[in-house]
Every structure is written in C-alpha cells, then in structure tokens.
C-alpha cells in the first residue's frame, strides 16, 4: 500500500540545524560522564567533564542563533542537559568526594543543590515569557547561573588538584560549600550575563595577545588558571550588585534591548539567555 504524499510526506532537515541539538546531547554526554569518572574515583576526569559540558552549553546556543536553528525542542532539550550535567552531576561528585562520611547530612546537602538547580532553571524559563522584564535583566542575571553554578561547586576540588586537599576536602566545609552555592543560585543577587559584551576595536589585538598567554598558562597549569577564574568570578559578584544598581537607577523605563548608560565591567562569561545561547 502506498503512503499518500499530503501530510504523511517525510520532512528532511539541513545537517546545520542538529548542530545545536548535537552539542547540547554532548553536553549531557559530558556531565554524565563526570559521574562515571567520580565512581571510579578519577576526580580530575570528573571535574573536567563538567567544565566541558560547560563549554558546549555555552556553544549551542550561540550555533542555535548562527545557523538560525533555534527550536522549542532545542530549548527544552537544553533544559534537562542543564539540570543533568549542571545540577545532578556536581552534586554526585562532590557527594562521592567528599560529604559521603556525612551520612544523611551530606546526601541533603545535594539534594538541597539539586534542587535549587532546578528551582533555578524553572525561573529562568519562566521569566523569558514575561515581555515587561527590566533592561538590566539583558545584561545581569538574577542568581548564579547553573554553569557557573556547578564551577563555582567544584571549585574547591579544583584548588585540592593544585595544594592538596587537607582542608578543602573536609566534609562539613563542602557541605556547607553546597548549601552556600545553592542559595547564591535561587537567590534574587544581579550577576553578570557576560551575553553582550563589545569590545572596543583597539583592544582588539591586546585581548588576542591574552588569550594566548592565558591558553598557554592553561595548557601548562590547567587547575591553576581554573582556580584563578573561579575566584574572579566570585569577586565579580560585588560588582555586578553595584552595576545592576546603578544601571537601574539610571534606565528604570528602558525595554530589555536599550543600551545602558552606565558601563558595566566584565571579565568573563558565566551564562546567557535561552533564546540567544540557552544558558540558564
């Protein structure tokens, strides 16, 4: 029996418009793997997984938006990936590395980042259907982004593979660690999205120039510079609170699109939004 050729006619799809889906699958990939790597006690494997899930979240999106391949599907599949790789697999690790002694109270303490993690994805996506968002919200998020989320979770096993884990590693300080991550990312503190940054054309050739010195100092001292990152963006925090304040104050009518007044300092990128790169 033939099949009519009407609605039932198969629709063949460009290989450019899976580029997205396939990073975002790696993605997940990846932060299963960390998993995997942490049951087999390779912590370092485990880490680098996660900060490579790290990196393809922050691809996808951006090819999504190049290659116009942008779907509902890509959005919702970016989601979960984020909550795998990003809210279940730091969790896992850091509970095999370290709060496992704890018993009950370090297996909450997961559970507690989690979900906070999922809290905070469901927000994210939420928010993007409300078209009365301030302006700043194009250039802060509200919250720790999960990516950065999950770094900034394993960024004392990072600093262990560099000094050693006689503190760091202790059950109650990661424990405590966990929660204190968890809050920043539900929490309502401005941090930066690091999504529309410009960079002035003179600047242009110096920032080249450093991104290959700080390339060959990762390549060198890969957990160093790692550990660098994370506490400079830890010490972005503060600012971002006073920037998005001063932003505020000095465009409280303006739409998402407007262009601040005030100029915001950024040092690196921690997520950007779901329909432009599908970061949470």
Same mark, same amino acid.
């Given at each position: 029996?033939?099949?009519?050729?009407?609605?039932?006619?198969? !629709?063949? &799809? *460009?290989?450019?418009?899976?580029?997205?889906?396939?990073?975002?699958?790696?993605?997940?990939?990846?932060?299963?793997?960390?998993?995997?790597?942490?049951?087999?006690?390779?912590?370092?494997?485990?880490?680098? /997984?996660?900060?490579?899930?790290?990196?393809?979240?922050?691809?996808?999106?951006?090819?999504?938006?190049?290659?116009?391949?942008?779907?509902?599907?890509?959005?919702? &599949?970016?989601?979960?990936?984020?909550?795998?790789?990003?809210?279940?697999?730091?969790?896992?690790?850091?509970?095999?590395?370290?709060?496992?002694?704890?018993?009950?109270?370090?297996?909450?303490?997961? #559970?507690?980042?989690?979900?906070?993690?999922?809290? !905070?994805?469901?927000?994210?996506?939420?928010?993007?259907?409300?078209?009365?968002?301030?302006?700043?919200?194009?250039?802060?998020?509200?919250?720790?982004?999960? *990516?950065?989320? /999950?770094?900034?979770?394993? #960024?004392?096993?990072?600093?262990?593979?560099?000094?050693?884990?006689?503190?760091?590693?202790?059950?109650?300080?990661?424990?405590?660690?966990?929660?204190?991550?968890?809050?920043?990312?539900?929490?309502?503190?401005?941090?930066?999205?690091?999504?529309?940054? !410009?960079?002035?054309?003179? #600047?242009? &050739?110096?920032? &080249?120039?450093?991104?290959?010195?700080?390339?060959?100092? #990762?390549?060198?001292?890969?957990?160093?510079?790692?550990?660098?990152?994370?506490?400079?963006?830890?010490?972005?925090?503060?600012?971002?609170?006073?920037?998005?304040? !001063?932003?505020?104050?000095?465009?409280?009518?303006?739409?998402?699109?407007?262009?601040?007044?005030?100029?915001?300092?950024?040092?690196?990128?921690?997520?950007?939004? /779901?329909?432009?790169?599908?970061?949470?």
């Amino acid at each position: 029996m033939k099949i009519g050729r009407g609605n039932r006619r198969l !629709r063949e &799809l *460009p290989v450019n418009s899976l580029i997205p889906n396939i990073l975002t699958v790696l993605a997940l990939c990846a932060g299963m793997s960390a998993i995997r790597f942490a049951m087999q006690g390779t912590w370092e494997l485990a880490v680098a /997984a996660i900060i490579v899930a790290g990196v393809l979240d922050g691809l996808d999106g951006r090819m999504a938006r190049l290659l116009k391949g942008a779907t509902k599907f890509g959005a919702e &599949l970016d989601s979960l990936s984020d909550f795998i790789a990003f809210g279940v697999a730091p969790a896992l690790v850091i509970y095999m590395w370290s709060t496992e002694v704890l018993g009950g109270i370090g297996w909450i303490a997961g #559970l507690a980042y989690s979900t906070c993690c999922a809290l !905070r994805l469901a927000r994210f996506n939420t928010a993007l259907d409300d078209p009365d968002q301030p302006a700043w919200t194009s250039y802060f998020f509200t919250g720790m982004a999960a *990516p950065a989320g /999950a770094c900034i979770a394993l #960024l004392p096993m990072a600093v262990s593979f560099q000094i050693g884990d006689e503190f760091v590693r202790q059950p109650v300080f990661m424990a405590v660690w966990l929660l204190l991550v968890a809050f920043m990312m539900i929490s309502q503190i401005p941090t930066y999205s690091f999504k529309r940054v !410009r960079i002035r054309r003179e #600047l242009v &050739l110096p920032l &080249l120039v450093v991104v290959g010195i700080v390339a060959a100092v #990762l390549a060198s001292y890969p957990w160093f510079v790692l550990s660098i990152l994370g506490v400079a963006y830890l010490a972005s925090i503060p600012i971002s609170y006073r920037a998005q304040h !001063r932003f505020a104050a000095a465009t409280p009518d303006a739409t998402p699109d407007a262009t601040p007044d005030v100029p915001v300092q950024v040092a690196d990128k921690a997520g950007a939004d /779901a329909n432009e790169d599908k970061t949470p």
